[in-house]
């Protein structure tokens, strides 16, 4: 990493995985990104039994997983009652239920692979900043509740079981879902990844550069040799556009940036979001007391959309350390130890892609996760390892294919 695209705290974190060098002429299976979607898949495939083979062109979690806020959180990443105005039910209902599958898959795969990464649900706080968004707030823990979904509204008053500092004036009051989870996201990757490795699985550091489809096969170029596979899986979130291009107005990169301040008692239990500016804040504290803020891009221009470089820029890590001088003015003391920035993908709609991109159904994509791909990593790699190995389209994939009619 160059001094101008720092690593994360994740990632300076994060036990080192050894990567093979070496790589196969033909396979069967060929998953290139070896982000949170790439492991998931890779990981499901290997403990199924199929032979796969994933590609990394730096470290594991390079990418948005490893720079995000750790968020494992249920639902969309917009209040549900918006999503259910937007989407329909149906299709909102549905795409809940995919993230609740995740987190039930995510608790079993860490305890059964004795995977260390910090997991842990704590819940989710949303402070609200005005009687309007409490309203919204209101409005989706009853559509929550009538899936399901167990959420509370809470006054300011009752923050202090979850917050160990004073609110300050500005907050109105705030949604608390029990059950939403935390985790150290590299290690996570790490883990199942050393998991995938243990069930036969083959990770290769290259870099892949241009895929040509041939009669039966891809044949996919890297920077150290030629691969041949039956089927591929591009899982490289802000990066597909390079290897599919005809993917480039649906998946646009936007610069997320983030801050971590030296560790501190506890103050944060949950984790925690608020509208600050128009396009959100979110942080947690690790278990070493380090607190991890992100968001703020409506302080740069243009939003950091459409940047690709994972560069942290002034205007908004300034604006990151406002944050909490606005919201809990008694809570000082904070010294920032790390600043970085990630890449994440956004769709028109804001909802990922997982589908095939060509009639034989030998070419997949997943991405566009739009800062919300943490509550899909596990389940969706379970589904497209099915998908990969029936080349079927499993039916719970259906609200993120690329023909539906939000994503024009």
């Known amino acids: 990493s160059s001094p101008s695209e720092p690593l994360s705290y994740w990632q300076n974190t994060a036990p080192a995985l050894q990567l093979s060098t070496s790589l196969p002429s033909h396979v069967d299976i060929l998953i290139i990104g070896g982000g949170l979607l790439g492991a998931s898949t890779c990981y499901w495939l290997a403990r199924n039994g199929h032979p796969v083979t994933l590609l990394e062109h730096t470290m594991p979690a390079f990418g948005a997983t490893g720079r995000n806020g750790g968020f494992v959180s249920i639902g969309l990443d917009e209040p549900y009652a918006n999503a259910i105005a937007h989407l329909g039910h149906e299709t909102a209902h549905a795409i809940l239920s995919v993230t609740l599958d995740n987190r039930t898959l995510l608790r079993q795969v860490i305890q059964e692979e004795h995977i260390t990464c910090d997991y842990r649900e704590p819940g989710h706080i949303h402070l609200s900043l005005s009687q309007e968004d409490l ?10 509740q009538q899936d399901g979904v167990a959420t509370t509204i809470l006054a300011p008053s009752q923050l202090q079981a979850f917050i160990h500092t004073p609110p300050g004036s500005r907050i109105v009051g705030a949604m608390f ?29 290259a870099e892949a550069q241009h895929l040509h489809h041939e009669k039966d096969a891809i044949r996919v170029q890297t920077n150290i040799g030629t691969i041949t596979a039956k089927r591929v899986l591009v899982a490289t979130n802000a990066w597909i556009a390079n290897l599919l291009p005809q993917l480039k107005s649906a998946i646009i990169p936007v610069r997320g940036q983030v801050l971590a301040y030296e560790p ?67 809570l000082s003391n904070l010294h920032v130890s790390q600043r970085w920035a ?19 159904s030998s070419i997949w994509v997943t991405g566009g996760f739009s800062g919300h791909g943490m509550p899909y990593g596990l389940r969706f790699g379970q589904l497209l390892a099915e998908a990969l190995t029936t080349q079927k389209h499993p039916s719970e994939l259906r609200p993120f294919r690329l023909n539906r009619k939000t994503l024009k």
């Open 342 to 360: 990630g890449l994440m993908a956004f769709t028109p709609d804001r909802l990922p892609i997982a589908d095939t991109i060509d009639e034989t």
């Open 135 to 144: 309203e919204v707030c209101t409005r989706s823990s009853l559509a929550l």
């Open 264 to 330: 501190v008692p506890p103050v944060f239990s949950t984790g925690v979001g608020v509208n600050l500016s128009g396009t959100g804040e979110y942080w947690q504290q690790a278990p070493d007391g380090t607190i991890v803020l992100g968001g703020c891009r409506t302080a740069a221009e243009e939003h950091d959309i459409g940047i690709n470089i994972s560069q942290p820029t002034m205007p908004v890590q300034n604006a990151l350390e406002q944050v909490f001088p606005q919201l809990f003015p008694q």
């Open 177 to 205: 879902t029990p059950h939403n989870g935390l985790v150290h996201p590299a290690k996570l990757v790490q883990g199942l990844l050393t998991a995938a490795q243990r069930h036969g699985a083959h990770i290769v550091r």
